[in-house]
């Protein structure tokens, strides 16, 4: 059993500063992949940040500049610096991990989201 755990989700201004973190747990061989998504009321899932294992980070055009994601591999942690946040930054924001409890097969496991409210 693979748990992610969210926590860091709130309520912030504009221009404010939030930090979201998920720590992974349980049957883990390998993380290829940790990032997160997030959706906002009436859109589509949308990926934020992933960082891939020797990889390049990737992320979306929205937020270049303004969210960071890291990895704390030794942890199984992955966090989202959030700065200058804006309003339409808001939305339930999930953990994302691609995870191998053997082998080479690999599964997505998500958080349960985290709410994130940027006011105006």
């Known amino acids: 059993q693979v748990q992610l755990v969210e926590s860091g989700g709130g309520l912030v201004q504009a221009g404010g500063s939030l930090r979201l973190s998920c720590a992974a747990s349980g049957q883990i061989f390998n993380i290829k992949a940790m990032g997160w998504y997030r959706q906002a009321p009436g859109k589509q899932r949308e990926l934020v940040a992933i960082?891939?294992?020797?990889?390049?980070?990737n992320y979306a055009d929205s937020v270049k500049g303004r969210l960071t994601i890291s990895r704390d591999n030794a942890k199984n942690t992955v966090t989202l610096q959030m700065n200058s946040l804006k309003p339409e930054d808001t939305a339930v924001y999930y953990c994302n991990a691609v995870i191998s409890k053997s082998g080479s097969i690999y599964n997505n496991y998500w958080g349960q989201g985290t709410q994130v409210t940027v006011s105006s």
């Open positions: 960082m891939p294992s020797g990889g390049s980070t």
